[in-house]
Structure formats: C-alpha cells, structure tokens
C-alpha cells in the first residue's frame, strides 16, 4: 500500500523538528527517525494505528509517536498521513476533514 503525506503533516513535522531541534538537536533528529519508522510500518500495517478517539471513525486512525499524534486516513489504495499534532494541543476535526 501507498503512504502519502498532506502538505499540513509535511508542515507540521517540519515545524516540530525546528522547534525540538532548537533547544537539543540530537533528540530532534531522534525523533523524526522513529516518526518516520512508525508511517512507513503503514504500508504492510495500515490498521496498525487505533481510532482517534475523538472521531470514531475507522477509516482515520492515528498512531502515536511521543508527544505528537499521527494521524491518517486508510482507504483500499493507500494512507494518507493527514497530520501531526502534539498530544497536548487541542483537536481540531478540520485538519482530519476529508
């Protein structure tokens, strides 16, 4: 299976690294490394994540590489990362808006 990213959770990933990688650069590139494990494991698992709470839609689901919430939409050809978000900010349904 395909996994693509939306330009918001390319944003959002780029934003949360520069604001990691300011204060401890090694932990940022640390952290990228295993979010991008974690999407690439979409591909063959694209169930993997559990449903975002918050939706409980089975079609977006999220997994979590800590603090931040991926979050993606599966369908029958591929995934969709749709955003990254940290764990303490707030839900906003229209970055999952499909």
């Given at each position: 299976m395909k996994v693509v990213w939306s330009p918001l959770a390319e944003r959002r990933t780029a934003e949360a690294f520069a604001y990691v990688a300011s204060d401890r650069?090694?932990?940022?590139?640390?952290?990228?490394?295993?979010?991008?494990?974690a999407v690439a494991t979409l591909a063959e698992f694209p169930d993997r994540g559990r449903a975002v709470p918050e939706l409980q839609r089975p079609d977006i689901r999220e997994l979590i590489v800590a603090p931040y919430r991926v979050m993606y939409r599966r369908d029958a050809k591929r995934v969709v990362v749709l955003t990254v978000r940290h764990g303490r900010r707030q839900f906003d349904a229209d970055e999952v808006a499909t």
């Amino acid at each position: 299976m395909k996994v693509v990213w939306s330009p918001l959770a390319e944003r959002r990933t780029a934003e949360a690294f520069a604001y990691v990688a300011s204060d401890r650069p090694s932990a940022a590139v640390r952290w990228l490394d295993r979010l991008l494990d974690a999407v690439a494991t979409l591909a063959e698992f694209p169930d993997r994540g559990r449903a975002v709470p918050e939706l409980q839609r089975p079609d977006i689901r999220e997994l979590i590489v800590a603090p931040y919430r991926v979050m993606y939409r599966r369908d029958a050809k591929r995934v969709v990362v749709l955003t990254v978000r940290h764990g303490r900010r707030q839900f906003d349904a229209d970055e999952v808006a499909t």
